[in-house]
């Protein structure tokens, strides 16, 4: 018969489903092709000293009474996993020729911020900020479900919110006129979505960017110990996490999903599992591709029809004898632009390859806990990360490995010479330890097809009401990732959970 619940992956969505099912009571079981669970989210060694998380650099939705913490309250873990707080007057440094913004969690701090930058525009700025704090307000109200007469009361934001669902961010910042250096700077976490401005749905954007001013995380004991915690409830659950175990076949009777075949990736031996339900945190697309698109409804065809997310370039550093803070890094992440036009250079960077004027996020893990064993001590930790092409880091890697390296090597510098020209000025003579992740490593490590980063593409198209969701129109099958629920952190701990009470009734939030 099988386990109660066979799930295809053990990404964050997977894992807290998983867990949540398990201490309810019911059998579990995950099959994972990677050797660590976690997916985006895992954690790898380098040597005997050197631990990164694969993705993760900072979360939102973690503060008391937030959707991670009720999660993990239901979870009993609650005491255990805990967050540090980014700082609060600043939790992402932006910072391009000229200028400089710290973004606070404040919302009057960060207008009077940008009018004191732009003196010359205070109205377009209000106007915008306004647009932004209505449209967070509508779709709360949106999304919760409210009774009618909630959403009457609301009906101003509700409709500002609407009134939204096609637009871009750049759309919005076109309707405001707000100058163009204003644009970049609020735009300039940009790697959090891999999309230009021009692109990315302004849905997106508000929703991470207000939830990062309610409060920006990191955990305590490092990302590690989340993914962790979540193995652990599902082990003492006697649920089970099998690793090397790359499903390439699902079993169906009739219209339902009875089991995969996988193949464990030591012996090359095939194996059958069972279940009652199939979960697939896999990405829904390459798995209705195995299945067969014709199994599908139109309408569930049509959801699962969606571009993936860009790629990216990651490079993991560590850094020895010196002290960061000295030189402007703290409890915060600087977006570094080296031009003012954020859609030219994303463009540059990721149509054209060219990283002569990277855009690039920097972050420094090791000021936001005291917990140091994920580095030798006295190092510090520093990641860079920007976009990157599929297509074209692929195409290298299998005709030219070396123009492959060069390439990788290039991109480093570019970034490198820029922390150089504004942050630090011997950065490389301090550099311990450093290793690069192209799109291809994406795929090779994390499984996500094109190396993408956030699952489907988050532009107004597949962010708003054509969205997959966990239904897939087979019988006790559903897809539980970040492309059928939401990204991030944050937004996978939702989508688990929510599948959790959706099949349970049992309320987690
Ligand atoms: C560069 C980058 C930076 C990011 N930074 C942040 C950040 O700072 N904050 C934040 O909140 N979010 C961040 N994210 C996003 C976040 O990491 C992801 O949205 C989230 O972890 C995705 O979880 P998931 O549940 O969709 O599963 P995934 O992470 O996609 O996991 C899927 C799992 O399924 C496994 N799998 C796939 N195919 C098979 C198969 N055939 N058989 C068996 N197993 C299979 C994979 O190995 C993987 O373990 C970042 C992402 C990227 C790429």
């Not at 106007?127 to 101003?156: I, K, Y």
């Not at 692109?199 to 001013?213: E, R």
């Not at 855009?359 to 930790?381: E, K, N, V």
Request: proline fraction near 4%; include cysteine.
């Amino acid at each position: 018969m099988g386990t109660d619940y066979l799930i295809v992956g053990s990404g964050l969505s997977a894992l807290v489903f998983g867990a949540l099912m398990a201490k309810a009571g019911k059998q579990v079981l995950i099959l994972e092709a990677h050797e660590y669970p976690g997916g985006f989210g895992h954690t790898f060694s380098m040597g005997k000293y050197h631990r990164f998380n694969a993705q993760l650099h900072y979360v939102w939705n973690c503060g008391e009474g937030q959707t991670v913490n009720r999660i993990l309250r239901k979870l009993e873990l609650e005491k255990d996993v805990t967050f540090e707080p980014f700082d609060r007057n600043g939790f992402d440094h932006m910072r391009m020729p000229g200028y400089a913004l710290d973004i606070p969690a404040d919302s009057q701090q960060l207008s009077d911020r940008l009018c004191q930058l732009f003196p010359g525009h205070m109205k377009q700025i209000a106007g915008f900020l306004r647009e932004v704090e209505r449209t967070a307000s509508g779709l709360g109200v949106l999304s919760s479900h409210q009774p009618f007469n909630e959403v009457f009361g609301h009906v101003g934001d509700t409709l500002s919110s609407l009134r939204n669902l096609n637009c871009t961010l750049q759309d919005v910042f076109d309707r405001h006129g707000l100058p163009l250096e204003a644009q970049t700077l609020l735009a300039l976490q940009w790697p959090d979505f891999m999309l230009p401005p021009d692109q990315l749905a302004f849905y997106s954007w508000v929703l991470l960017f207000t939830g990062y001013q309610e409060g920006a995380w990191y955990p305590t004991k490092h990302f590690e110990h989340v993914v962790d915690s979540l193995v652990t409830t599902i082990k003492s659950a006697d649920g089970e996490i099998m690793y090397g175990q790359q499903v390439d076949k699902f079993v169906l009777a009739g219209n339902r999903v009875v089991g995969v075949e996988a193949c464990d990736l030591q012996t090359g031996e095939s194996i059958r599992y069972e279940g009652s339900h199939t979960i697939c945190n896999m990405d829904p697309q390459k798995a209705a591709g195995i299945i067969g698109l014709e199994k599908f409804s139109s309408g569930i065809r049509k959801r699962l029809d969606y571009p993936y997310s860009y790629s990216n370039f990651i490079a993991y550093c560590t850094v020895k004898d010196i002290d960061l803070e000295e030189y402007g890094f703290g409890r915060w992440n600087i977006f570094h632009a080296s031009s003012s036009d954020l859609n030219a250079a994303i463009n540059k960077m990721y149509v054209h390859h060219d990283y002569s004027e990277p855009s690039f996020a920097i972050s420094t893990p090791g000021f936001l806990t005291d917990d140091i064993s994920d580095r030798p001590q006295g190092q510090q930790i520093v990641e860079l990360l920007t976009i990157a092409d599929y297509d074209y880091f692929k195409q290298l890697k299998e005709t030219d490995g070396k123009a492959y390296k060069r390439k990788k090597k290039e991109i480093l510098n570019a970034m490198l010479d820029q922390i150089e020209a504004n942050y630090v000025p011997d950065f490389r003579a301090h550099i311990a330890f450093k290793i690069t992740g192209s799109p291809t490593t994406n795929e090779d490590y994390c499984w996500c097809p094109r190396g993408n980063s956030y699952g489907s593409s988050m532009t107004p198209a597949y962010f708003g009401l054509g969205r997959l969701t966990h239904q897939s129109s087979l019988e006790n099958f559903h897809f539980c990732n970040a492309s059928s629920g939401y990204p991030g952190f944050a937004g996978t701990f939702w989508t688990g959970a929510k599948l959790y009470q959706t099949l349970t009734d049992d309320k987690v939030f």
